[in-house]
């Protein structure tokens, strides 16, 4: 039997290669896991990390050959850089900042000896792909080849402006976005869900119409392509979302700071999303006030569902198209594959700004979800007006009143959603842009629209048991989630000295107590134990109301899958400490 080779002894100085780039940083060999090759390493900052054989580069060899690529006394010191030590020297960096900070192997070699002649190189390499590298323009790779001053010997100056010239590439290289693993099945899967998200929601509708929408009944039969379309209907979607959107550029309000992108920089957003949520109230009650009957949201629901539609296409077109005029910095880690079907259904940008009016922020907080209120009280009035009722059923109430809560809620603590996943990683593309103006506003309001043609009387215990549900879940998803906020907003903050974290070479640190120790996504179990109260109230006649249920299930549990490799990424031995500790994902003892 052939005995496996043991290259690096336990206590061996060697470079070891950052996850997911080709930055090499000095580490210590611990150990080597006979059974699985790996060798365990530990960072300057005592991160420990397992690494396979060719992550690693003898620290003698890797040394001479960098040596002679770079002269610079500032480019020898910046060698010995861990990142530990470059996050202790500005705290809000990331780990791509810091990992840019390093020494790297990537220069190609005949471009690099080429440069050694006459120049002090201070090229350092940035994390990213071939298909990323395309998206970097020459021109910013030229701009390092610093000229030496021969005879001068001011190697002052010279050092000052490699410095500089660092500082500047390692904020190129924290900016610039190296390629993802592909997400939702991939680029076939995104033709799929292009496709598949509008028919599911088209079949959700027409089924939901049917005399007995039991899926007995499947398929439902489609109407002509004439019963899709209302130039008023358009009129009615394309006056609210302006309405909107003069309500969001109002200054009134707080003007929050979002976390800090790749490049450092800190947008701001003007959270406003409850003055703006009250003032929809007021101008709804003035137009219902003046004779405009909500019921026409009712009857009219399938075209104001395509008008969104037609919107959420224009939108993702133009906002793939102006993702192309970006800088690096500003597209999103996942959506730059270089494939058009793929980019354009994750979205390419991460944050497109028209000056300071942000548009994936708006269109998640704004008209879709105050759309969902105003969509929810037509169904009560159109509830009333079917059944011959002089006030909606508790059944209807229920889910208004609490679907009204969560909205409020998000609205009322809108800096919160600045640490979610969709704001600070996903682009703004397609699924995001459909999902916001059609998917919410058009699907979370099925359990209201069934309540009209399908009431179901609630017996008094039921309907105890039915909000001390959405009270317990609601309490679990608040509480989560401002802890989190708080927690990344101000980790000294001494309301959460309580608090046990684990610390991670990005410079963030993890909770790993309070809720967040309980399991590893407390938010969700929250989320889900609201969403069951949701459904309840619209009792076990049928699938269709049980369907944000089921949906939101499963989108939770691949969020979750989705955050876990985003997180593995980023934290390497950290996460798996964290998840080492939080064992359980969503469920405790369960999932
Ligand atoms: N109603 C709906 O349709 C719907 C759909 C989806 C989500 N939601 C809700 O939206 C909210 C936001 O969800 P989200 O999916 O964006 O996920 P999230 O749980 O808010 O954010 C995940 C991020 O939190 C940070 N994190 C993870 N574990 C941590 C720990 N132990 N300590 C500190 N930070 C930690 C990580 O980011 P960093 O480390 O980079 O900060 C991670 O990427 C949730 O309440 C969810 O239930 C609602
Ligand atoms: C089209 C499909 C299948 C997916 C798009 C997902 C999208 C609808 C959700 C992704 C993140 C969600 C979210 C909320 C609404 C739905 C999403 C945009 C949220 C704004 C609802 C209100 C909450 O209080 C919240 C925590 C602010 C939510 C943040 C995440």
């Keep these: 039997m052939k005995m496996p080779t043991v290259k690096y002894q336990r206590g061996d100085m060697v470079m070891g290669r950052w996850p997911g780039s080709n930055l090499y940083y000095e ?28 992550d690693i580069k003898s620290a003698a060899g890797f040394q001479s050959r960098s040596r002679s690529r770079s002269r610079s006394p500032s480019r020898r010191r910046s060698r010995s850089r861990s990142p530990a030590r470059t996050t202790r020297r500005s705290s809000s960096r990331t780990a791509a900042a810091v ?4 020494i790297t192997e990537s220069a190609p070699s005949s471009r690099r000896d080429a440069k050694l002649k006459d120049s002090v190189e201070v090229r350092l390499s940035p994390l990213k792909s071939e298909a990323v590298a395309e998206a970097v323009p020459e021109k910013n790779q030229g701009r390092y080849n610093l000229r030496r001053r021969k005879d001068d010997g001011d190697f002052k100056s010279v050092e000052a402006k490699v410095e500089q010239l660092e500082e500047k590439e390692a904020k190129l290289a924290a900016a610039t976005p190296p390629s993802t693993p592909l997400d939702f099945g991939g680029k076939i899967g995104a033709y799929f869900w292009l496709l598949f998200l509008p028919a599911w929601v088209l079949f959700l509708l027409l089924q939901v119409n049917l005399e007995d929408p039991s899926l007995a009944n499947f398929p439902p039969p489609l109407p002509p392509l004439e019963a899709f379309w209302d130039v008023q209907a358009l009129g009615f979607v394309i006056l609210w979302i302006l309405f909107q959107a003069v309500l969001y550029i109002l200054p009134v309000g707080k003007l929050s700071e979002g976390m800090p992108l790749r490049s450092g920089e800190r947008l701001k957003y003007r959270t406003n999303g409850f003055f703006a949520i009250v003032v929809s109230s007021v101008a709804v009650a003035a137009a219902m006030h003046k004779g405009f009957d909500l019921t026409y949201i009712h009857s009219h629901f399938l075209q104001l569902t395509a008008a969104s539609f037609i919107i959420s296409i224009l939108l993702s077109t133009y906002l793939y198209v102006r993702s192309h005029y970006a800088a690096p910095e500003q597209l999103a880690l996942g959506g730059s594959s270089g494939n058009v079907v793929y980019d354009f259904f994750k979205g390419h940008e991460l944050n497109p700004r028209i000056k300071n009016f942000d548009l994936k922020f708006f269109c998640e ?23 011959g009722l002089n006030a909606p059923s508790h059944s209807m109430i229920l889910v208004n009143l609490f679907q009204l809560l969560y909205v409020v809620d998000g609205l009322w603590n809108e800096e919160a959603i600045l640490t979610t996943m969709d ?42 048991a039915i909000v001390t549900l959405k009270l317990v879940g609601f309490y679990i998803f608040r509480k989560s989630n401002s802890e989190k906020n708080a927690f990344r ?66 989108l939770l549990v691949h969020r979750d899958s989705r955050d876990m490799s985003e997180c593995r990424r980023k934290y390497g031995s950290a996460w798996d400490e964290y998840c080492r500790t939080v064992r359980y994902r969503i469920i405790p003892r369960v999932y």
């Design 99 to 102: 990992a840019a900070a390093a």
């Design 423 to 464: 704001l600070m990683h996903d682009g703004f593309g397609f699924m995001l842009a459909f999902g916001d103006l059609v998917w919410v506003p058009f699907t979370y309001t099925l359990q209201a629209y069934y309540l009209v043609s399908w009431p179901n009387p609630l017996s008094l215990p039921a309907l105890g």
């Design 365 to 387: 907080m704004r008209p879709g979800l105050i759309g969902w209120c105003l969509i929810n009280f037509a169904m009560a009035l159109a509830e009333m007006k079917h059944q």
């Design 489 to 554: 907003r101000n980790p000294s903050d001494t309301r959460l000295s309580h608090l046990r974290n684990i610390p991670t070479a990005t410079g963030k640190s993890l909770l790993v107590s309070g809720w967040w120790g309980v399991v590893r996504h407390p938010n969700y179990l929250g989320d889900l134990l609201m969403a069951l109260a949701w459904s309840l109230p619209c009792g076990f006649s049928h699938l269709l109301p049980w369907y944000y249920m089921i949906y939101f299930i499963i």
């Design 27 to 54: 580490v210590k060999v611990l150990g080597l896991d006979a059974k699985s090759q790996l060798y365990t390493v530990i960072y300057k900052d005592g991160t420990e990390l397992e690494l396979k054989e060719q």
